[in-house]
T-cell receptor
């Protein structure tokens, strides 16, 4: 079983749509959860960091963690063409390394 | 806004040659990392570094790899004898404490020919 599973998409939505991105993880030792945005051939840019179950909101972005189901989500409200990128979930716990999902490629069409 | 900077942005090298990838982490951060991303694949952990020594490394980080913090600002990754399969984007990251937000640089694209 892979440590982190993420649907690679691609996902295409119209501008203004609500986007839902998801990951599942297998190891309950993971206690820290991050979402990164990555533009083509660029470095991952940190969007959200959380360590507790529940929701965390930052502007148009909401990160949701359900530790009982080992399920994490990122919601993007009022999506914009500039949100078009690959979104990576990452988990951490029990060691220093981040374990990444494969990434979901999102396109927001004007 | 403070950021992690990496040089060069792109490096082409011949198989068997040594390369050094350079990073300047965020200045008040204490934990440093190297990750790599082969084209179309996941970002993979290579090594973590704290207090001038390796704290954790992956199976990928074999004897061909080494890291160093030669002065108070730079953090380097050396690959001694590059192979074709070392071609990838290499990302440096830093964070102030373990298990906190990790900030990544823009990466060095290494092409081994």
């Amino acid at each position: 079983q892979k440590e982190v599973e993420q649907d690679p998409g691609p996902l295409s939505v119209p501008e203004g749509a609500i986007v839902s991105l998801n990951c599942t993880y297998s190891n309950s030792a993971f206690q820290y959860f991050m979402w990164y945005r990555q533009y083509s051939r660029k470095g991952p840019e940190l969007l959200m960091y959380t360590y507790s179950s529940g929701n965390k909101e930052d502007g148009r972005f909401t990160a949701q963690v359900d530790k009982s189901s080992k399920y994490i989500s990122l919601f993007i409200r009022d999506s914009q063409p500039s949100d078009s990128a690959t979104y990576l979930c990452a988990v951490q716990g029990g060691s220093e390394k981040l374990v990444f999902g494969k990434g979901t490629k999102l396109t927001v069409n004007p | 806004e403070p950021e992690v900077t990496q040089t060069p942005s792109h490096q082409v090298t011949q198989m068997g040659q040594e390369v050094i990838l350079r990073c300047v982490p965020i200045s008040n951060h204490l934990y440093f990392y190297w990750y790599r991303q082969i084209l179309g694949q996941k970002v993979e952990f290579l090594v973590s570094f704290y207090n001038n020594e390796i704290s954790e490394k992956s199976e990928i980080f074999d004897d061909q790899f080494s890291v160093e913090r030669p002065d108070g600002s730079n953090f380097t990754l050396k690959i001694r004898s590059t192979k074709l399969e070392d071609s990838a984007m290499y990302f440096c990251a830093s964070c102030p404490q373990p298990n906190t937000e990790a900030f990544f640089g823009q990466g060095t694209r290494l092409t081994v020919v």
